[in-house]
């Protein structure tokens, strides 16, 4: 059974360190000027989760992966992958076609359970793509101070919102799609301004 890891996201600023952190600068990163010239860029929120994948063959569920681990995926197993698949189900959804197919599992013991669920829930980035775009992102001009000041003031998680209607929130950040040129992403702990704990990790 063939898979593979979900790429690692990069930014589509460059990075340096300035008074210990690693932050943005207003620089573009060679190879990623798409994310703020190309109409069709999707500005997707990303989840504060895990990166699980489920690998379909035959319209049957064959795998469940956690990055290049093999998660346990029998549907008689009691684990928190197999459950956030049964419960993307269990809410009037179907699994994809055959093949792998990226998703964010969210929920207790995962991350900081951002989206305050009582259970495990795997959610696929084809449904993040459709119900969680920020619309407004090719309404004003992208520039780093427009984008700086919209993480900062602005930006509010969509998907917190589906799940907590009477309440808002700042998501961790947003990833940028193309569906040719790829992937980029920006967190909200990448700008100088943050002063909170920030993410393990140069490269993350």
Not at 170 to 183: D, K, L, S, Y
Request: glycine content about 8%; aromatic content about 14%; proline content about 7%.
């Amino acid at each position: 059974m063939e898979f593979h890891d979900m790429p690692k996201i990069q930014s589509p600023f460059r990075r340096e360190m300035r008074n210990g952190a690693y932050v943005v600068t207003p620089m573009i990163e060679p190879g990623f000027e798409w994310v703020f010239n190309d109409s069709d860029v999707l500005a997707i929120e990303k989840v504060d989760g895990t990166n699980v994948s489920v690998v379909m063959e035959k319209g049957r569920l064959a795998a469940l992966t956690n990055r290049k681990n093999l998660c346990p995926s029998d549907t008689l197993d009691v684990n928190r992958f197999i459950q956030g698949v049964r419960h993307w189900l269990e809410r009037g959804n179907t699994l994809p076609a055959d093949g792998q197919h990226f998703g964010e599992l969210m929920g207790p013991h995962v991350q900081t359970n951002f989206l305050e669920l009582d259970r495990p829930l795997w959610i696929p980035f084809d449904y993040l793509k459709e119900k969680a775009s920020y619309r407004s992102y090719h309404k004003y001009p992208k520039t780093f101070e427009n984008i700086s000041a919209w993480f900062k003031e602005g930006l509010f998680s969509l998907m917190f919102q589906r799940f907590h209607e009477s309440e808002k929130r700042p998501p961790e950040g947003i990833v940028f799609w193309h569906p040719t040129h790829g992937w980029a992403k920006l967190r909200r702990d990448m700008f100088d301004w943050w002063d909170g704990p920030r993410h393990p990790g140069e490269g993350e």
